[in-house]
């Protein structure tokens, strides 16, 4: 919380709630790497963030969770056994280089969860040539912004109604106070 950081690695393994949470600060993130994690891999709100590698294995809820006017910038998102890939919410920025996650319940939401927020933007490159083919699936609100390759499949709803098909409704986990 309120920090400027640079991380060369980090692993976490075996977390009851998020792995990684960044409040309120700016920095960088060579490799993080998550499994088994019940909630989130990794959260960010009001925050700058640029991460180069992100390995996931089971994650019980989102690999990548931006929200809270973040900015997110990561290389290569990598893994499998995820329930959601990706959320971008209440006006923030995900960008993804490369996009290499399967076994994904539901690859993204974009959305506002806080009314008092802008609308959200999630930016997906490519897809590595392993899951080319796959069909994606992603969630967004009307006024969202999404900019990803043509494999994805875009079910526009209600800000409202994705967020009651996620947290642990239709899609991710609840989170445990």
């Not at 700016?26 to 590698?53: A, H």
């Amino acid at each position: 919380v309120n920090s400027k950081f640079k991380i060369d690695k980090i692993k976490i393994q075996n977390s009851n709630s998020d792995a990684l949470d960044i409040d309120f600060s700016d920095g960088i993130i060579e490799e993080l790497y998550c499994n088994n994690i019940s909630n989130d891999c990794l959260d960010t709100s009001e925050s700058k963030t640029k991460t180069n590698y992100i390995l996931v294995n089971k994650v019980g809820d989102k690999a990548i969770s931006a929200g809270e006017n973040s900015q997110l910038e990561i290389g290569l998102l990598d893994g499998k056994d995820v329930e959601i890939g990706v959320s971008s919410k209440d006006g923030s920025l995900l960008y993804i280089d490369l996009y290499n996650l399967t076994k994904v319940k539901l690859d993204g939401a974009v959305f506002i969860k806080k009314n008092n927020y802008d609308s959200p933007k999630l930016v997906i490159q490519k897809v590595s040539n392993e899951v080319k083919n796959k069909n994606y699936k992603i969630l967004k609100s009307k006024n969202s912004k999404l900019n990803v390759p043509q494999n994805f499949i875009i079910e526009e709803k209600k800000s409202v109604d994705i967020f009651n098909m996620l947290y642990g409704n239709e899609y991710g986990k609840e989170t445990l106070k």
